[in-house]
C-alpha cells in the first residue's frame, strides 16, 4: 500500500516475450501508483490468472502461443471483464483493432525503455483502468433503432455537403456502428479524425471498412473528396479540408498533444462548408474536437454528440456539450439514421 493510503492499481502483463514483458514491468515498477501483481506468457495463461487474480487492468499482446490475444480478450470479456490494453507491434496493426472490437478498451506501441515513452505508457495505463468496462458499447442495436437503409431520397440528395467525425478512446467501436449503419449511396464524403499511434491506421481503415459499404481510405494530400468515401486522418500527420474541396494535410508539431487532431479536421470543415458541414463528436478522453464542433454549429452546420450512455469515455463529447457545440445529442446506434435524415431532407 502506497504512503497515501490508497492501494496501487494492480497490473496483470502479458506477453509471449520474456524481454517485452521484463520491459513493461520495469516500466510499471517505477510508478508507486501501479504493481504488476502476475505476468502470463500466453492468453491461456492470462485467461486463468485474471480470474484468479481480479487486477484492475491487464496490458495484453496479439501474437501469442497457445492461445492469442484476442483469443484471450473474447474470454477475459465475456467471463471477467476488465480493462485491457493492447500492447503491440506495428506488424501487427491489421489485427490490433479485431481486439479493440472484442472489448480491448485502446492500443499502443510496445514501450521503449525512455522516459517520454514510460510517461505515457503509464498515463495510459492508470486512465484506462478507471473505465467501467460493463458499460462498453457493442454491435447490438438500441430497441427500435433500425440501420439506416439506402432509397430514392438519398439518390436525390444535394447541396454539397460533408460529414466530419471526432473520436478517441473507443471510438473504433463507434464508428464502425456509424458507418454500418449507412448506404452504400451515401451521396457526401465523410472525413474522420481518430486518436491512434502511429502505424495503426491502416489496420484501422481495414476494420472499418469490414463493417462499412462505403469505401474506407487513409486520406492522401490534395485528393479530391468523393461521395460515399471516407477519408481517415494518419496519425503521423494533422487532416484538414481545403477551399477546393480536397484532403490537406497539416505538419505535425512537437507539441501536439493529440494524433491525429480533432479540432483541426472540423474548423477546417466550418471554414470551407459553413452550413453545409455536419460534424459528430464521439466517445474520447481529453477535450480535442470540442472547439471544432463549436465552429461548425456557429457556421450553420448540423452537429451530434455521443451520449454519455454509450460512450466508453465520455470526455471529449461532454466537453463539446458542455460548450454549447452539440446541436443533438444522441445513443451512437442512433447516429447513423440522423445523418441520412439531414442528407436527404
Known amino acids: 500500500m502506497k504512503a497515501d493510503g490508497a492501494s496501487p492499481i494492480?497490473?496483470?502483463?502479458?506477453?509471449?516475450?520474456?524481454?517485452?514483458?521484463?520491459?513493461?514491468?520495469?516500466?510499471?515498477?517505477?510508478?508507486?501508483?501501479?504493481?504488476?501483481?502476475?505476468?502470463a506468457a500466453n492468453g491461456k495463461e492470462a485467461v486463468e490468472k485474471v480470474g484468479q487474480m481480479k487486477p484492475d487492468i491487464v496490458t495484453m499482446d496479439i501474437e501469442m502461443p497457445v492461445m492469442n490475444?484476442?483469443?484471450?480478450?473474447?474470454?477475459?470479456?465475456?467471463e471477467n471483464p476488465v480493462p485491457i490494453l493492447v500492447v503491440t507491434e506495428r506488424s501487427d496493426a491489421h489485427t490490433a483493432y479485431t481486439a479493440v472490437s472484442k472489448g480491448a478498451l485502446d492500443l499502443v506501441h510496445k514501450p521503449e525503455a525512455s522516459p517520454d515513452c514510460a510517461s505515457e505508457f503509464v498515463g495510459k495505463l492508470k486512465f484506462l483502468s478507471k473505465i467501467k468496462v460493463i458499460s462498453h458499447i457493442n454491435r447490438r442495436r438500441l430497441p427500435g433503432a433500425r440501420p439506416a437503409e439506402a432509397g430514392p431520397r438519398i439518390l436525390a440528395a444535394?447541396?454539397?455537403?460533408?460529414?466530419?467525425?471526432?473520436?478517441?478512446?473507443?471510438?473504433?467501436?463507434?464508428?464502425?456502428?456509424?458507418?454500418?449503419?449507412?448506404p452504400e449511396n451515401f451521396p457526401y464524403p465523410i472525413v474522420v479524425a481518430q486518436h491512434m499511434p502511429d502505424g495503426f491506421i491502416n489496420g484501422l481503415a481495414d476494420f472499418l471498412g469490414k463493417s462499412s459499404k462505403l469505401r474506407v481510405k487513409v486520406g492522401e494530400q490534395n485528393e479530391p473528396l468523393k461521395a460515399g468515401t471516407v477519408y481517415l486522418s494518419a496519425p503521423e500527420t494533422h487532416m484538414q479540408v481545403d477551399g477546393a474541396k480536397?484532403?490537406?494535410?497539416?505538419?505535425?508539431?512537437?507539441?501536439?498533444?493529440?494524433?491525429?487532431?480533432?479540432?483541426?479536421?472540423?474548423?477546417?470543415?466550418?471554414?470551407?462548408?459553413?452550413?453545409?458541414?455536419?460534424?459528430?463528436?464521439?466517445?474520447?478522453?481529453?477535450?480535442?474536437g470540442a472547439a471544432g464542433l463549436k465552429k461548425i454549429r456557429d457556421a450553420g452546420g448540423f452537429t451530434i454528440a455521443q451520449n454519455e450512455e454509450t460512450s466508453v469515455v465520455f470526455g471529449m463529447n461532454k466537453a463539446a456539450i458542455d460548450n454549447a457545440g452539440a446541436g443533438k445529442i444522441l445513443a451512437v446506434e442512433r447516429i447513423s439514421a440522423e445523418v441520412v435524415r439531414i442528407a436527404s431532407a
Open 10 to 39: 494492480r497490473v496483470l502483463v502479458a506477453d509471449d516475450s520474456a524481454f517485452a514483458r521484463s520491459l513493461i514491468v520495469s516500466i510499471i515498477s517505477m510508478d508507486d501508483h501501479l504493481k504488476v501483481i502476475a505476468e
Open 69 to 78: 490475444g484476442i483469443e484471450a480478450i473474447e474470454h477475459i470479456m465475456a
Open 158 to 182: 444535394h447541396g454539397g455537403r460533408i460529414v466530419a467525425i471526432a473520436s478517441s478512446t473507443g471510438g473504433p467501436q463507434a464508428l464502425s456502428i456509424i458507418l454500418s449503419g449507412l
Open 246 to 288: 480536397r484532403v490537406s494535410l497539416v505538419e505535425r508539431r512537437p507539441g501536439d498533444i493529440y494524433h491525429p487532431s480533432c479540432d483541426v479536421l472540423l474548423s477546417s470543415v466550418a471554414r470551407e462548408y459553413r452550413d453545409k458541414g455536419i460534424g459528430i463528436i464521439l466517445t474520447g478522453m481529453g477535450n480535442d
